[in-house]
């Protein structure tokens, strides 16, 4: 599975921005698919993640009631609306596949993603 986030860019605070991730290969309609974000200086910071069929999903405290996940499996398409942007949202945004799992596709830890696709640039300015 190849990974391509993008639709990052300059926003200001309080607007709103979709990320996309665009996936490659038949493995992404069975897997969960994360984003996550580094800012500056920062470790990876978990964002949310949803399930394969997109019925369920799960976001970080620090977002929750901002943002939205979803995916089309038919397009091999994930998204991440933000909406209410702050300027602490500033980071580099990536979205990863978690593809061999047991038990709940739920996971905040980067290392149990299978998959990552290189990250596009959030700017909030304030």
């Known amino acids: 599975v190849q990974l391509q986030a993008s639709g990052g860019g300059l926003v200001q605070a309080g607007g709103s921005l979709r990320l996309s991730c665009a996936a490659s290969?038949?493995?992404?309609?069975?897997?969960?698919v994360g984003w996550f974000r580094q800012a500056p200086g920062k470790e990876r910071e978990f964002v949310g993640v949803i399930s394969w069929s997109g019925g369920s999903t799960y976001l970080a405290d620090s977002v929750k009631g901002r943002f939205t996940i979803s995916r089309d499996n038919a397009k091999n398409m994930g998204y991440l609306q933000m909406n209410s942007l702050k300027p602490e949202d500033t980071a580099v945004y990536y979205c990863?596949?978690?593809?061999?799992?047991?038990?709940?596709?739920?996971?905040?830890?980067?290392?149990?993603?299978?998959?990552w696709g290189q990250g596009t640039l959030v700017t909030v300015s304030s």
């Open positions: 290969g038949c493995i992404f309609s069975s897997a969960a």
């Open positions: 990863a596949a978690r593809a061999y799992y047991s038990g709940t596709y739920y996971s905040s830890h980067p290392a149990e993603y299978d998959y």
